[in-house]
């Protein structure tokens, strides 16, 4: 009797288990609530067979229902997977429609925020889908639209390669710590080839002359979209700042380089394509924006991580002359002699096209095009690289740096005190791999100019060291370098270094500041985060002003002070003080 009361016990502990692991997996994985309903229906037919027939039972037919429950429970998931939708341009309720706008390709409406205050107009087409034969082409002007176009759903993010929802869960509980249980995101984001399309937030209500940002997102030119609420324009727009950002081709789509390609396209161009499509957008907005409300004469191009490296590359590109007056870059740059990431040589641009080519078993460009998009989204990771293409990129940035050739008149830049956090979660260095891990990215006289700055006695030196190091050598290093480029216009930068719930100071961990996006009821920041965003953001809007974020009694920044090595510290305490990854600088300048 005592047996058997205890296996009754055991396996409604194990059965309690089974729902909550059940429900863990349709939340996280965001399933339909059919699932949720045929999943309780499974369970609860499931616990009335062990309560009253299971004892009668032989150990083959119990063993046949469990088997039938794990395989009804995973139809239940197929049949429940989360549908594809477009992300709304309000979350939540919205206030109402916008008044009509008339662009050059036709008329459009947006919606309004649930206050009333901002403005905001999504999936605006700036270029024709870059699908078929204009694969690989230089982005092409949007056809006009008949009607009224209703631009109130972002358009999908750019082709490429997508996590299980379930993952995405996980990163928002394990990186973000803001993962909130709901039944309104049982969906997947869409993603399309057919993304060139841009997005506007503005303050409600008649405007004239305002001050335009236009963003680009980061995410290694392979993955990224322009919905994230970090970066989201509804906060600065409330600061009276118009924001645009856009979807622009990535991975092969759009960095791939072929000399078949250079030898169609009428500039003679490969490469570039997304870089190209920023240019493009660029454009769309000089021709549009005062529509709006906007000053097409005072633009500020911003973008953060791969963004930031386009940006820099932008501010020497022939092509972008004229279309901003100002720049602001966040945790990356591609400026240095030989940029750490996002760029490469036209030689091996085409040597990764060739191999591309290879290994897909295709020989042509007409045989490239004609693949479906999925069979080679795979390919992103081999193509996430401006390089010079002679049309868009003439020559390094650096070149033309070291020339006094740039399109910027004044710029913002900085980057976080944990950048490599994220980048080393999983490769965390120790005593026994440290040398190792210096020796393999630097040359043997530099590892020991390294070692020797950076010694290391205990794991947890290693680990600080490694980190440190990583976040010279991949982020900071482009930025002392640009910092000292500066040739007689004024640069500002800093390091933004302030702890919180969620991401604190690791990479992008500073765009809900500068943005002005913190949740209003999130518990993660507090109210010293508040005060610091309020800064941020006015430190910002004026930039995006006047190409000066000092004002209104603001801890001071100055300028140019690259030769020095000192920056804007930007946390609870507004300082400015040295770089402190300096020390590392001397070593990468010989690289």
């Known amino acids: 009797m005592e047996k058997k009361r205890s296996e009754g016990i055991l396996w409604r502990i194990l059965f309690f288990l089974a729902v909550v692991i059940s429900a863990a997996v349709l939340e996280l994985g965001k399933h339909t609530v059919i699932g949720w309903i045929l999943a309780a229906l499974l369970l609860g037919g499931y616990y009335l067979i062990r309560s009253r027939c299971w004892n009668k039972w032989k150990t083959g037919r119990k063993l046949l229902v469990q088997v039938g ?19 709304p341009a309000v979350k939540g309720s919205s206030a109402g429609s916008t008044g009509v706008i008339h662009v050059a390709q036709g008329d ?30 230089e982005p092409q002007p949007a056809d006009p639209w008949e009607g009224v176009l209703k631009a109130d759903h972002f358009a999908p993010m750019s082709m490429q390669t997508q996590n299980l929802p379930i993952y995405d869960s996980l990163v928002r509980i394990i990186g973000y710590h803001d993962y909130e249980i709901s039944f309104s995101d049982n969906c997947r984001e869409a993603a399309s080839e057919d993304s060139l399309y841009l997005n506007i937030w503005k303050p409600a209500g008649k405007a004239e002359k305002l001050p335009v940002l236009v963003y680009v997102h980061g995410g290694s030119l392979q993955t990224g979209q322009p919905w994230y609420e970090a970066y989201s324009g509804e ?25 078949e390609l250079a030898a169609e396209s009428p500039n003679g161009t490969t490469g570039n394509y997304g870089l190209l499509d920023q240019i493009c957008a660029l454009e769309w907005v000089r021709d549009n924006i005062a529509a709006f409300g906007g000053d097409p004469e005072n633009v500020t191009l911003a973008g953060e991580s791969a963004g930031a490296a386009c940006v820099t590359a932008l501010c020497t ?39 591309t080519k290879a290994r897909i078993g295709v020989k042509s460009i007409e045989g490239l095009r004609e693949l479906p998009a999925e069979r080679i989204v795979g390919e992103l990771s081999a193509h996430h690289h401006l390089t010079v293409d002679g049309y868009s990129l003439t020559e390094t940035p650096w070149e033309s740096y070291e020339k006094g050739v ?5 710029r913002l830049h900085g980057f976080n005190g944990q950048e490599s956090e994220a980048f080393i979660l999983f490769d965390q260095a120790n005593l026994s791999n ?32 490694w980190a440190d190091i990583y976040s010279a050598f991949y982020f900071t290093y482009g930025h002392a370098v640009w910092e000292r480029q500066a040739a007689g216009i004024p640069s500002y930068e800093y390091l933004f270094t302030r702890k919180n719930g969620s991401l604190g100071d690791w990479h992008s961990g500073e765009e809900v500041y500068f943005y002005g996006n913190i949740p209003e009821k999130s518990g993660l920041y507090n109210e010293t985060d508040r005060k610091l965003s309020e800064t941020m953001q006015q430190y910002f809007v004026n930039f995006i002003r006047t190409g000066d974020p000092n004002g209104n009694g603001l801890p001071e920044w100055p300028a140019n002070t690259g030769i020095e090595n000192r920056l804007l510290i930007l946390d609870e305490d507004i300082r400015m003080e040295t770089d402190p990854f300096a020390m590392l600088y001397p070593v990468l300048d010989r690289n």
Not at 69 to 87: C, D, G, K, T, V
């Open 69 to 87: 429950m794990l395989a009804a429970f995973a139809a239940i998931l197929w049949a429940s997977w989360p549908p594809i939708r477009l992300i």
């Open 235 to 259: 906060g600065l727009a409330r600061k009276g700042v118009i924001v645009v950002n856009m979807g622009y081709r990535l991975g092969i789509f759009g960095f791939f380089a072929d000399r």
């Open 108 to 137: 459009l409406t947006g919606v309004l925020t649930g206050d009333g205050q901002v403005e905001v107009y999504t999936g605006i087409p700036y270029a024709q889908p870059p699908v078929g034969p204009l694969r690989w082409k």
């Open 406 to 410: 740039f399109n910027e008149e004044a």
């Open 317 to 355: 590109s022939p092509l972008a002359k004229g279309l901003f007056r100002r720049v602001i870059a966040e945790s990356s740059t591609v400026t240095a002699r030989h940029p750490a990431h996002s760029f490469r040589s036209l030689e091996d641009a085409l040597k990764a096209g060739e191999e």
């Open 434 to 465: 440290y040398d190792g891990k210096i020796r393999g990215l630097f040359s043997p006289q530099e590892a020991e100019q390294v070692l020797a700055l950076f010694p290391a006695a205990t794991d947890a030196e290693a680990k600080r060291n």
